[in-house]
């Protein structure tokens, strides 16, 4: 098997338990640390915190198709949609960003 893969620190696949507030109810969402740590990093480039980020997915998803069977799941393939295509995020993070806002 591939060192890159078994040499991978055990602390980015520690699962890691976070309680998140959605519409105003309190709950906790189990996932590795890899994850988290890409979620705040989406979060960041969107100039929010991490709650609000995972609060407003949450709502558009709901919005968009009624219901949401796995939100952890979703999550975690947030991060690789992110992940696969993170310059044509970038790019559209930018194009939405105010023009004051832009260095």
Same mark, same amino acid.
């Given at each position: 098997?591939?060192?890159? !893969?078994?040499? #991978? ?8 338990? &976070?309680?998140? &507030?959605? /519409? $105003?109810? %309190?709950? @906790?969402? &189990?996932?590795? %640390? %890899? !994850?988290?740590?890409?979620?705040? +990093?989406?979060?960041?480039? +969107? $100039?929010? @915190?991490?709650?609000? !980020?995972? @609060?407003? =997915?949450?709502?558009?998803?709901? =919005?968009?198709? $009624?219901? =949401? #069977? /796995? ?12 992940? /696969? /295509?993170?310059?044509?995020? #970038? ?9 004051? =806002?832009?260095?």
């Amino acid at each position: 098997m591939c060192k890159i !893969f078994r040499t #991978q620190d055990p602390a980015t696949y520690a699962a890691e338990t &976070r309680a998140i &507030r959605l /519409n $105003g109810h %309190a709950t @906790s969402i &189990r996932l590795e %640390a %890899a !994850f988290w740590t890409t979620l705040e +990093e989406i979060a960041a480039l +969107e $100039g929010m @915190s991490l709650g609000r !980020f995972v @609060s407003i =997915l949450h709502d558009e998803i709901l =919005l968009d198709q $009624g219901e =949401l #069977q /796995n939100f952890a799941s979703l999550l975690r393939v947030t991060c690789l949609h992110w992940l /696969n /295509n993170r310059d044509a995020y #970038q790019a559209d993070i930018a194009r939405r960003r105010p023009a004051s =806002l832009v260095a």
